[in-house]
């Protein structure tokens, strides 16, 4: 068993910058294809970013190319998703998610293995 557990979120005005956390316990995290989606009020879950078991493989959203940077830290069992320049449109609910052996330009399509409880991002115009 996997658990997520995310972290980081809050208020942040237009323009600003915010780092998402995610920690990970239970089974061999560096065995996990991992990944962000986010959900705002009204619309359908959306994929993020995913970063491979090394972290030498990144794959994002067209949307937060060149403002959002996922990375992980094997050795704390955490990953993160910097958020940087951030918009009005930014604004979600954004889950962490981990998947066995999952290709990370693949990892829109899956159903991953365990989410987290998600946090709150809120961006004011």
């Known amino acids: 068993q996997v658990q997520l557990v995310e972290s980081g979120g809050g208020l942040v005005q237009a323009g600003g910058s915010l780092r998402l956390s995610c920690a990970v316990s239970g089974r061999t995290f560096s065995s996990y294809t991992t990944g962000w989606f986010r959900q705002a009020p009204g619309k359908e879950r959306e994929f993020i970013a995913a970063i491979n078991w090394n972290g030498g493989s990144t794959y994002y959203v067209d949307s937060v190319k060149g403002r959002f940077t996922i990375s992980r830290d094997n050795a704390k069992n955490t990953v993160y998703l910097q958020m940087n320049s951030v918009k009005p449109e930014d604004t979600a609910v954004y889950y962490c998610?981990?998947?066995?052996?999952?290709?990370?330009?693949?990892?829109?399509?899956?159903?991953?293995?365990?989410w987290g409880q998600g946090t709150q991002v809120t961006v004011s115009s």
């Open positions: 998610a981990a998947k066995w052996g999952s290709a990370v330009r693949a990892f829109r399509l899956v159903d991953p293995d365990y």
